[in-house]
């Protein structure tokens, strides 16, 4: 079984501009859905409190809002989890002193739900499963941890790429590839998805696995400037991205089936985290390709930044 | 001809079979157990202990599945958890014969089932986080300002003695805010203390103030002293949360400090975070001071000071039985000062009492004190929950040495014990506050872990087929070096014992679906190689070595967000981050070394060597579609 039968060289730099100017709006948009919407971060970063509870026999959300409301809890929000038994609560943070008590209050509240209706049904007692409270301090923490970590992998990559290749790579690829984020971001912020801890860990899993994928692609470029001459820029980059596309589309291919495992059986927990990854593989496999290489070419690479270190040892021969 | 050399080869088979082994473990499971460790420094677990337990056991015609002495504790291994919860009663009843005065705490425990022998070769299993097994997790703050105040309250009590001993008269010294004021009527007496101070008190910055006509000397910390005082804050938490936790028999707490100031807990298998909560927030400690007995006695102050106005320099308590004083802001000793608190009875009256011992320090305060105090009241005062209570306010018959000081008055057995229990558990050394909490239900964590396998394993089984479809027998290749690279990610963790959390399992798929790309990256070159041209067996040689610049400058990159996650993550993330990095060094060895091995086992002794299964390879040139 082969899929891929290309006879010529795929002339994807010949519409670089088109894919630039996609990749452009793309952008402006997610860009524009973060300033617009912003992301709603989950109590890790906001601080506050988090209940989930799960109930015999499905509880009608609606009073157990009315409840904590007239127990004095103001902008919580109530949601199934899962399945309509499992209800999710979440208290922001007040400025009562007694933060860390929240959790006991609230179901001592959802208790009094199950005392008071007149339907025997309802008169379940809920049990709790997961209790989350975060301080004030930790979320602030958190952001500015999240950030750094951002902030030492971009240099640690394009150190790193600059070193192993080019400086034009190593500012192609991170430009690509923080692209990428900023596009995952933006669906986050679109659906106000919640953005939590472990997806800012996919976000940044995905940031290094789209550099792979360009890195793959110069190394080829690499090779080619090295083996062949006469060839121009464009058409090395064609060759280079023609001759990987196979492994890249397999590999992205077989990360996906991983990641969608994870979004089928991974339930809830690992919900946000599987679906970053894949928004962020199939924006990586496009990225690296088609935004990686032009932004290369229009920094203008060229044959002798690679073998400029054989022409100086020939000099120093001599 | 693709051949490794021997000791390749025996690198590559030895690598996997200490991945079996210290993988081994996770199969066993979990039998349920009670585990019994020792709660005073003074007793230590030992041999006779585990025959004791044998004993007990035996005489109760209880049938332990297997007894275990390790470093701190004795496990008792059992077939169910009723016969685990009967076991736990005899053992309790064994080895506490006097329940007020707990010695060892038995708890229940879920060890591994796995053979001695794997465990003797510290093959364990891996480390489940909370969230997979269930528990109570918390993060504390202490307040480092608190543990200077408190300091500070100390050294001037310290100072007072000082200065009395060295028969220098002063205007009275006090804390105010962070610092300690001296106040002085002349300057020479200032200059005197100020040598005094500064060759014994070598912590402190002394500097010269004047407020009316009080000449004053204000003493401050020295920041090196605040950094140390702040340190052993955090330590001293960390001892006294260790008791707390240790007297209510939690099995196999967490407790460590996280950066400067925080202390993480971790209790497994605790449901009620209101008691988990209350064990951690009890903050008892002791006051001794003197008892205003002046304005005690007086009617009309006393009056005021119930509305809360105390006289100045006095504070308003209330005596056990409900009589109110006024207590001296002076503090004599603290909690501090103390090396043992037992509950007992008072030799004369046989009322129930807790004996005290103090440390040579504290009985040098103590006995001056009650030298010079002879005829006056001193209050005992249980501070807990930031309320004080006067438990005793004798009078001074005598003065009192050798550090050993008993309370007594209006308390039964049960608070004597809980009294001595609390004091002997230590005080905090500066408050904590909770700015972290997280409870996960066991089921909720059984759940977890079938989530996180069942998406690892659905997600490689597909991969499986994929590439034995596509790839043929390069894909089974690559199939056997994924499941080599899960062996030794698996064995990895459980060797490390690194915490085992949802996003870790999510990392080791993930770990394996990126893994899978250097098996492709190979599995192409060798296509093309032979598209190109190439013989057989140079296919595999250049495919490999091409192949492996590539493989790792893209482990590099990748390695490169593993190490930041892991500097700046924290919780989850981190879990994440470690499961990451371990999944990339051990996928390097496995998709490259290892499956080279088995290639060259397939291939590598054929001369003649027509073609190799890696599914078609077509040629442009060749096909005629």
């Known amino acids: 079984m082969e899929f891929f039968r290309i006879r010529k060289d795929i002339p994807f730099m010949r519409h670089a501009l088109t894919f630039n100017v996609i990749s452009l709006v793309t952008f402006l948009l997610a860009v524009f859905f973060l300033v617009n919407k912003g992301l709603h971060f989950s109590i890790e970063f906001t601080g506050g409190t988090l209940l989930e509870v799960s109930y015999a026999q499905a509880p009608d959300l609606d009073k157990l809002r009315k409840q904590m409301e007239a127990d004095g809890f103001t902008d919580t929000q109530v949601q199934n989890f899962g399945s309509s038994r499992d209800v999710l609560i979440r208290v922001p943070l007040s400025k009562d002193a007694e933060t860390s008590k929240v959790g006991a209050r609230v179901m001592a509240s959802l208790a009094r739900v199950g005392a008071a209706a007149d339907s025997p049904a309802a008169g379940v007692a809920p049990t709790l499963k997961r209790v989350e409270f975060v301080g004030p301090q930790v979320g602030k923490e958190l952001a500015a941890d999240g950030a750094l970590a951002l902030l030492l992998v971009v240099c640690g990559i394009v150190l790193y790429l600059a070193m192993r290749f080019e400086w034009r790579f190593a500012i192609s690829a991170i430009i690509a590839n923080l692209h990428d984020v900023i596009i995952i971001l933006g669906f986050f912020a679109l659906f106000q998805w919640e953005f939590s801890l472990p997806v800012l860990a996919a976000v940044l899993a995905v940031l290094g696995y789209s550099v792979n994928e360009s890195v793959v692609v110069f190394d080829r470029v690499r090779e080619i400037f090295k083996k062949k001459r006469g060839l121009t820029t464009p058409q090395v980059l064609d060759h280079a991205i023609t001759s990987t596309i196979s492994r890249t589309i397999i590999t992205h291919g077989c990360t996906q089936m991983m990641v969608t495992s994870m979004l089928i059986f991974g339930g809830p927990a690992l919900h946000y985290f599987a679906l970053a990854l894949t928004i962020g593989i199939l924006f990586g496999i496009y990225s690296s390709v088609l935004v990686a290489s032009p932004l290369v070419m229009w920094m203008g690479v060229s044959r002798e930044q690679f073998i400029q270190v054989k022409v100086e040892k020939q000099e120093a021969v001599v | ?625």
Request: with cysteine.
């Open chain 2, 1 to 625: 001809m693709n051949r490794y050399p021997l000791w390749k080869n025996v690198t590559v088979l030895l690598a996997v079979v200490l991945g079996l082994l210290y993988t081994l473990p996770n199969f066993f499971g979990e039998a349920p157990a009670v585990q019994v460790a020792s709660v005073k420094s003074t007793h230590k677990v030992d041999a006779r202990l585990m025959a004791q337990v044998a004993d007990a056991l035996k005489a109760a015609s209880v049938v332990p599945h297997g007894i275990v002495l390790d470093t701190n504790s004795v496990r008792v291994r059992l077939n169910d958890t009723d016969t685990q919860l009967k076991a736990k009663d005899v053992i309790e009843k064994a080895v506490n014969p006097v329940v007020a005065d707990a010695t060892y705490s038995v708890a229940l425990n879920l060890v591994s089932n796995s053979p001695n022998w794997l465990t003797s070769i510290h093959a364990l299993p891996m480390y489940l986080g909370l969230d997979l097994r269930g528990g109570v997790h918390f993060l504390l703050q202490v307040d480092m300002k608190g543990a200077l105040t408190k300091r500070l309250d100390s050294i001037g009590a310290d100072l007072r003695s000082l200065l009395r001993d060295k028969n220098i008269r002063h205007g009275g010294i006090s804390r105010e805010g962070q610092s300690v004021a001296i106040r002085f009527r002349d300057p020479e007496t200032r200059d005197k203390t100020r040598g005094v101070l500064a060759d014994s008190q070598p912590d402190l910055l002394l500097a010269d103030a004047q407020e009316g006509a009080d000449l004053k000397l204000v003493a401050t910390l020295k920041p090196e002293a605040q950094k140390r005082i702040q340190e052993f804050a955090v330590k001293q938490n960390i001892t006294t949360l260790h008791n707390r936790i240790n007297e209510l028999g939690v099995a196999e707490p967490v407790i460590q400090q996280q950066g400067v100031d925080r202390i993480v807990v971790q209790l497994p298998g605790v449901q009620d975070t209101a008691k988990a909560k209350d064990i951690l927030g009890r903050t008892a400690t002791l006051e001794v001071r003197m008892v205003d007995d002046e304005a005690s006695a007086n009617p009309g102050i006393m009056e005021q000071a119930a509305r809360g106005q105390p006289p100045p320099g006095t504070d308003y308590y209330v005596e056990r039985g409900g009589r109110g004083l006024l207590l001296k802001k002076q503090v004599v000793l603290t909690g501090e000062r103390l090396t043992d608190a037992q509950p007992g009875f008072d030799n004369q009256t046989q009322e129930a009492a807790v004996h005290l011992s103090l440390d040579s320090a504290g009985a040098r305060i103590f006995k001056d004190v009650t030298r010079e105090s002879v005829g006056k009241r001193m209050a005992i005062l249980l501070i807990e929950k930031g309320k004080g209570e006067v438990v005793t306010a004798p009078v001074i018959r005598s003065e009192i040495g050798g550090g050993r000081v008993q309370i007594s008055g209006r308390m039964s057995t049960m608070e004597a014990n809980d009294v001595a229990l609390l004091l002997r558990a230590g005080s905090l050394a500066a408050p904590m506050e909770i700015i972290e909490e997280r409870t996960i239900g066991p089921s909720l964590g059984a759940d977890n872990i079938a989530k996180g396998f069942n998406s690892t394993l659905w997600g490689f089984a597909a991969i499986a087929v994929f590439m034995m479809t596509y790839y043929l027998l390069f894909g089974l290749v690559s199939v056997v070096a994924l499941s080599a690279n899960m062996l030794l990610l698996v064995a990895l963790l459980s060797l490390l014992q690194a915490t085992l959390t949802l996003p870790g399992i999510a990392a080791i798929a993930l770990a394996l679906g990126m893994a899978i790309d250097s098996n492709v990256l190979i599995n192409e070159r060798v296509r093309e190689e032979l598209r190109n041209g190439s013989t057989p067996q140079a296919a595999i040689t250049a495919g490999y070595e091409r192949a492996w610049a590539t493989i790792l400058d893209s482990n590099v990159t990748t390695l490169i967000v593993g190490v930041a996650l892991l500097i700046f993550g924290s919780g989850p993330v981190r879990g994440f981050a470690v499961v990451h990095c371990l999944g990339i060094l051990t996928s390097l060895f496995s998709s490259v070394i290892l499956s080279r091995a088995v290639v060259n086992l397939i291939y590598g002794r054929r001369r003649k060597l027509d073609s190799l299964s890696i599914g078609q390879v077509w040629k442009p040139g060749l096909s005629a579609k």
